[in-house]
């Protein structure tokens, strides 16, 4: 028998009372004096949720209640009407199958989930977008992390014509820019935006024995524009942002994905993948 506080759906009143399942295999609601049979499919018998208390819903619009979760899961099983949701959650195979499950769902989209989809969106974004996000990633480490150039004008210049010179013979949606900025702090270096704007420093310059040294670094930047490894490697570093996106509905927020996009672009190493 299961105690239960039984309300009829006409009145707030609460009554006690009890359920036992008959030789019928009926459910049997006893109140007052008699009882009251019931198919257990014409019933609606809430899941087990902790020790929060079991509803058992009727045809005829009442409605019980009990803390008897033991009882009802053993008046269910005998039965065989106990829900499969709450075999498996009672089964620690089932449960430790699950655990295991999860590891290598969360390992295959971290492995292979993410880069997959971090290659279609960066393919995706519009040139409008691009420019943006490059113009606003450049402010940015303007701010933050670089400095103004102090090659002269004529040295800028021949760089800037070297430069136009290679990029006329890539044939793609994107307008190569050449600028240079200086940073101490991060060292001889060169990094691309997702527009095509090269920033070049002049730690880099210095360092390099001859222009065609320069240029040589410049096509491995355009190389990685056109194949949108600057993006794709933003997408995949940044996909706990993507994934508190899509759970709070703003995937790629403004807010939080600008605020990564500058420092990320700047510090991103190109896998071994993207090297090849």
């Keep these: 028998m299961i105690s239960i506080n ?11 009372g009890y359920l036992s399942l008959g030789a019928d295999g009926k459910l049997q609601l006893h109140v007052h004096e008699g009882y009251t049979g019931y198919s257990l499919k014409d019933v609606r018998i809430s899941d087990r949720l902790g ?43 089932a449960v430790l199958a699950s655990v295991v499950g999860l590891v290598f769902l969360v390992w295959g989209m971290v492995q292979f989930g993410v880069p997959w989809a971090a290659e279609r969106l960066a393919h995706a974004v519009p040139p409008t977008a691009d420019k943006t996000i490059s113009e606003q ?3 940015a480490l303007d701010n933050a992390l670089l400095d103004p150039s102090a090659l002269s004008e004529a040295r800028r210049t021949v760089l800037r014509q070297r430069f136009g010179q290679l990029a006329e013979s890539v044939s793609d949606r994107h307008d190569y820019q050449l600028v240079f ?10 990094f ?29 930047e355009i190389g990685h524009v056109k194949a949108r490894h600057g993006l794709r490697g933003v997408l995949q570093d940044s996909a706990v942002v993507l994934v508190i996106g899509v759970v709070t509905g703003d995937v790629l927020s403004s807010s939080s994905f600008a605020a990564l996009l500058p420092v990320l672009l700047a510090e991103t190493r190109y896998s071994r993948e993207f090297e090849v």
């Design 6 to 16: 039984y309300y009829d759906g006409k009145s707030s009143r609460g009554e006690s």
């Design 51 to 93: 020790a929060t208390p079991r509803i058992f819903e009727f045809p005829d619009g009442g409605r019980a209640e009990t803390i008897d979760n033991d009882a009802v899961d053993h008046m269910l099983r005998g039965s065989g009407e106990l829900s499969w949701v709450h075999r498996l959650e009672v089964n620690r195979y």
């Design 137 to 139: 990633t450049l402010a």
């Design 181 to 190: 900025r200086s940073s101490p702090k991060l060292g001889p270096n060169a």
């Design 192 to 220: 691309a935006l997702p527009s095509g704007t090269i920033v070049l420093f002049d730690e880099l310059v210095a360092l390099a024995k001859n222009d065609d040294e320069v240029l040589s670094v410049l096509a491995h």
